[in-house]
């Protein structure tokens, strides 16, 4: 008997994958509102080191994280070849800075890894699973810890 495609559709997650510090990343496509070229910043004064600063995306004040300074790697400098994929996390609307987007990967959500036992608390609550690809292993990351709920909490 055929399973029916919804079910089947439930089973297949979707990610944007990227680099980040040499890294393979990769969030759920559903929380990617939009994927855009790098663009200056304006800085903002007593922002968390994360928050590079606030970007006008056609009349929205954006955040820009730098990923790389979240996860405690060598914050990125950015370059024209760097991308914001423009996410919603906590109803906000924010730009993650990456070296670059790689693909859109669809995987059945069997083939998705717990977070090894030896990674350290920090890394477990950015990372949610890893999936082999190739010869390499791609970081799925929790997009809703990107960003604290409260910025105050976090300067």
Known sequence: ??????????????LVSFTVGGQLFGI????????????EETAIPRSPDFVRGFIN????????VDVAARLEMVATEPNARNVVVVVTIHEQVVGLLVQS?????????????DTP???SDFAKKFIRGVL??????LSI???????????????
Do not use: C, F, Y
Not at 57 to 64: A, E, M
Not at 132 to 137: A, F, I, R, S
């Open 1 to 14: 008997m055929d399973t029916p495609s919804s079910e089947k559709d439930q089973d297949i997650i979707e």
């Open 101 to 113: 987007v790689s693909d859109i990967v669809s995987i059945p959500i069997t083939e998705v890894r």
């Open 57 to 64: 995306l056609r009349g929205t004040v954006v955040p820009i």
């Open 117 to 119: 036992d030896v990674a």
């Open 28 to 39: 759920d496509i559903q929380s990617v509102r939009e994927i855009r070229g790098w663009s």
């Open 141 to 155: 990351l929790r997009i809703k810890d990107m960003l604290p709920i409260d910025l105050d909490e976090a300067a």
């Open 132 to 137: 082999p690809q190739d010869d390499q292993m």
